[in-house]
């Protein structure tokens, strides 16, 4: 918990898909047994697969939002 994440996927719901660039911070990790992982979206809890999400590298922490794949290998290189 209070990891920071983002979303590697767009986060698929019953009726609608979420994605976004944003930071978010882990607010619970579900079970032994499952892979969820809490974080607020819009001020919701929303529950996602460990698989749909990423810790956030530094370069995105200075950032403060999702770098793109190429903004993300700059980063790497500068």
Known sequence: ???TVVI????EFINRTFDSDELFTV??????QSSGVT???N???VTA???ELRHASI???NAKRRLTDIEQ???EVS
């Open 39 to 41: 974080i607020l979206v």
């Open 73 to 75: 290998v700059l980063a």
């Open 59 to 61: 370069a995105e922490l």
């Open 27 to 32: 607010q619970d990790v579900c079970g032994l």
């Open 8 to 11: 590697k996927t767009p986060l």
């Open 49 to 51: 697969a460990e698989s």
């Open 43 to 45: 001020g919701q809890r």
């Open 1 to 3: 918990m209070g990891d």
